[in-house]
């Protein structure tokens, strides 16, 4: 039977801490994986730790692959924060205990008191049908005060997906803009942004492990590398050994 004790060990996290990752939208894999960065982390009383993928990935029972692209989506949502030292094999994690930045869908609405999102929904929210039907509007109460302001609506933003996109792309050459407009072309033709960045992933670590005598071809463009749907590549990523990395992925 467990027993466990404080004593024989324990993580110090404060409960705000708690209540964030409670309440934000994190999907099993995601939770799983901040709790065992923190466990790393906070669990030996460091801020950051230098912490290999298999660790994860024999915590976690999934692959290397699916690991690094739970990381990355962790890192887009500024949970962790991830530094590569110099020979890019072993990566430092960090938990980003600012909750205010992460990037998820329910940690603003869900705290107590209206916060900057709070206000950005309220004010999203349709104008109500009194002010627009046929019926209330009439020739004795049409005024400037009464009549619903029209307000532009933003064309030229990046939406957030591509976003994403450009923030795991590992090679920012080429025009942002012309990325985006490419982009744009593809709507309805392109497949879940996760898959697309699951792809890159893919594709990175495919490059890592190229022996001495395997070709690996540069990083195209982001612009061309949307345009010719480089997502669709199959890579074949070969396994190395803890021996040929010299390093304990």
């Known amino acids: 039977m467990a027993n466990p004790q404080a004593e024989d060990g324990?993580?110090?996290?404060?409960?705000?801490i708690l209540d964030a990752l409670i309440s934000a939208n994190l999907s099993g894999q995601e939770m799983r994986i901040t709790l065992f960065v923190i466990r790393k982390t906070y669990g030996y009383n460091k801020v950051e730790d230098f912490i290999a993928l298999s660790q994860m990935m024999k915590a976690l029972r999934i692959s290397k692959v699916r690991a690094s692209q739970v990381v990355n989506t962790l890192e887009l949502m500024k949970i962790l924060t991830v530094t590569e030292n110099i020979n890019g094999l072993t990566k430092k994690y960090k938990f980003n205990k600012d909750f205010d930045q992460w990037d998820t869908v329910k940690e603003n609405l869900n705290r107590k008191g209206f916060t900057k999102q709070t206000v950005k929904v309220l004010r999203n929210r349709p104008l109500r049908k009194t002010l627009t039907t046929k019926d209330n509007i009439t020739k004795d109460n049409i005024t400037k005060e009464n009549i619903p302001?029209?307000?532009?609506?933003?064309?030229d933003g990046y939406s957030d997906e591509f976003l994403k996109f450009w923030k795991a792309y590992p090679k920012k050459s080429g025009s942002k803009k012309s990325a985006f407009?490419?982009?744009?072309?593809?709507?309805?033709?392109?497949?879940p942004i996760d898959t697309i960045l699951s792809a890159i992933?893919?594709?990175?670590?495919?490059?890592?492990?190229?022996g001495p005598n395997d070709f690996r071809p540069e990083w195209k463009d982001p612009e061309r590398w949307i345009k010719h749907r480089m997502w669709e590549s199959e890579v074949e990523i070969p396994e190395k050994t803890k021996d040929e990395l010299g390093y304990d992925l």
């Not at 324990?10 to 705000?16: P, R």
């Not at 990175?204 to 492990?209: M, P, Q």
């Open 201 to 210: 992933n893919r594709q990175i670590v495919w490059r890592e492990r190229a």
């Open 181 to 191: 407009i490419n982009w744009k072309k593809l709507n309805g033709d392109k497949p």
């Open 149 to 155: 302001p029209i307000v532009p609506q933003k064309t």
């Open 10 to 16: 324990h993580t110090k996290i404060a409960n705000e």
